[in-house]
């Protein structure tokens, strides 16, 4: 499904030249710019505060050695739910790249992202 938006006054003064400048089409463009944003506002939602301050309490409780078995699954769980977001963040990375014909460490230190550290339970 086609959707029409009307672009107004200096905005519209702003997509034309930018558009002309990249020798593509002012809707080429304003597509472009709307896929980053979504990509954007998906590399920049973090994991839950909540779920994180209870992951590192428990690593704290791992290091401690006060871990217990039902701690230890909560925190294998939490793990690979961070490692999951982590993957998909990366994967969005990727595709901003792509679509700005860049590479995705420029953006990564652009954005100042390091490598997430990723700390599972180690089992006896």
């Not at 973090?46 to 779920?51: D, G, L, Q």
């Not at 301050?53 to 006060?66: I, N």
């Not at 909560?74 to 690979?80: E, K, Q, S, V, Y």
């Not at 490692?83 to 700005?100: G, P």
């Amino acid at each position: 499904m086609a959707t029409t938006i009307t672009l107004t006054g200096e905005l519209e003064t702003r997509y034309r030249a930018d558009a002309q400048r990249e020798g593509i089409a002012v809707e080429t463009l304003a597509t472009r710019r709307l896929e980053e944003g979504v990509l954007l506002e998906r590399i920049f939602h973090s994991f839950p505060p909540e779920e994180t301050r209870e992951f590192r309490s428990l690593v704290a409780k791992r290091g401690a050695g006060t871990l217990s078995d039902a701690d230890g699954e909560r925190l294998t769980a939490l793990a690979r739910l961070r490692e999951e977001h982590n993957a998909r963040r990366f994967a969005d990375i990727l595709a901003l790249a792509k679509l700005r014909g860049g590479r995705y460490r420029a953006l990564m230190n652009e954005f100042g992202i390091r490598p997430a550290r990723i700390v599972l339970p180690v089992r006896h």
